[in-house]
Every structure is written in C-alpha cells, then in structure tokens.
T-cell receptor
Framework: KQEVTQIPAALSVPEGENLVLNCSFTDSAIYNLQWFRQDPGKGLTSLLL?????REQTSGRLNASLDKSSGRSTLYIAASQPGDSATYLC???????????FGKGTKLTVNP | DARVTQTPRHKVTEMGQEVTMRCQPI?????VFWYRQTMMQGLELLAYFRNRAPLDDSGMPKDRFSAEMPDATLATLKIQPSEPRDSAVYFC??????????FGDGTRLSIL
C-alpha cells in the first residue's frame, strides 16, 4: 500500500525566497505523480503532473522533480509571493493505477 | 473556464438521515473520482468511475455508502443512514486518462 510523507508540515518564509517542498513515497511503481495546492475552504488545484517516465515538469515559477527509484519528489518554488500561501499536496498514484494517494500536505505561508 | 460543480456546498443534518451529494464533471471528461477529506485522515479516495462504469469502490464503506453515475453529466454519492463519523468534506474530481484531475470545491458535511 502506498504511503506518502511530506516534509515539512508547515513552512513560513519571507517574500522572495526560493523554497523546496519534499515528498517521499513507499511504492516506486507509480503511474504518475501530481502536485496540488489547496486554498482554505476550496478544492484542489492541479499544479504539475509528472508521468512515471519523466524526471521533471516546469510551469512558471514552479518546478517538480521525480526520482522514482528513491521514492522522492520535490516541488521548487522560485521567488515566492504572498499569493503562494496555501497547502501543497503531493499525490503519487497507487501502483500502476490512476488512483492517487495523498500526503498530509505542507502548509506554506509567504509573508510580505 | 470549465469547472467541476458540486452541490450542495454545505449540508448539516441529523444522524440517521439520508444524504445525497451531487457532482457535475467537466464536459468530455471520462473519469470521475469521489474523495473524502478529514483532519485526521487527510484525503482518501472513496470510489471512481470510467465512462460511467464503477472501477473501484474499495475505499467506501459498503454498508451505508453508494456511488452512481446516472448519466455522463451527473455523479452522486449517497450515505444512508448517516453517522457523525461521516462528517467531512467530500470532493468530486474529473479527468481524462493520463491527464490531471480537476477538483470541485467540495461538499462540507456535518452530521449531528
């Protein structure tokens, strides 16, 4: 059974910092991995999807990497802004299926 | 901008009552997921459908929960009878194979 750990659980940084969010998972036989953000009282917004054959994906100031063999993914946020404040969730698939298994998230606060 | 629509947004009811939550997936998406989010357990997959057929409902308590897709524009999740431990936020998500999942804003359910 896939288990997902996200470190740190919470992070507070000043505006403009570059930061890294970490995700580890126990079953490396994944179909894909997604990073989401969740704002309070809202649903999840997909940020990046990395297929199992890919090493990284980039979208604007976000870059996600995937190392399947070690069961790790990182989300890099460049030049953080207050609008980036949210909870970030990592979700690798379970085995070869599309079923996502979610970590508990990293709550990010970017201070002006 | 296409969105997943969930109704109701909030529901408060008494223990033992039937609860029905509805989801309108994004037009053209062939896969629909139901998730539950609680503080203790985080996000858990309850069930999902492909082309309206149930693929996996192993995350769902079978004795009181049921999920259906009467047509391609409507997915329902029912709880009967409801219990206080069912209190959570229920999310619906839709997608296409190998594409990111798009989430609705959720139904916040409170069972008294």
């Amino acid at each position: 059974k896939q288990e997902v750990t996200q470190i740190p659980a919470a992070l507070s940084v000043p505006e403009g910092e570059n930061l890294v969010l970490n995700c580890s998972f126990t079953d490396s036989a994944i179909y894909n991995l997604q990073w989401f953000r969740q704002d309070p009282g809202k649903g999840l917004t997909s940020l990046l999807l990395i297929q199992s054959s890919q090493r990284e994906q980039t979208s604007g100031r976000l870059n996600a990497s995937l190392d399947k063999s070690s069961g790790r993914s990182t989300l890099y946020i460049a030049a953080s802004q207050p609008g980036d404040s949210a909870t970030y969730l990592c979700a690798p698939s379970q085995g070869g299926s599309e079923k996502l298994v979610f970590g508990k998230g990293t709550k990010l606060t970017v201070n002006p | 901008d296409a969105r997943v629509t969930q109704t109701p947004r909030h529901k408060v009811t008494e223990m033992g009552q039937e609860v029905t939550m509805r989801c309108q997936p994004i037009l053209g998406h062939n896969t629909v997921f139901w998730y539950r989010q609680t503080m203790m357990q985080g996000l858990e997959l309850l069930a999902y459908f492909r082309n309206r057929a149930p693929l996996d409902d192993s995350g769902m308590p079978k004795d009181r929960f049921s999920a259906e897709m009467p047509d391609a524009t409507l997915a329902t999740l029912k709880i009967q009878p409801s219990e206080p431990r069912d209190s959570a936020v229920y999310f619906c998500a839709s997608g296409l194979t190998v594409q990111p999942q798009h989430f609705g804003d959720g139904t916040r359910l409170s069972i008294l």
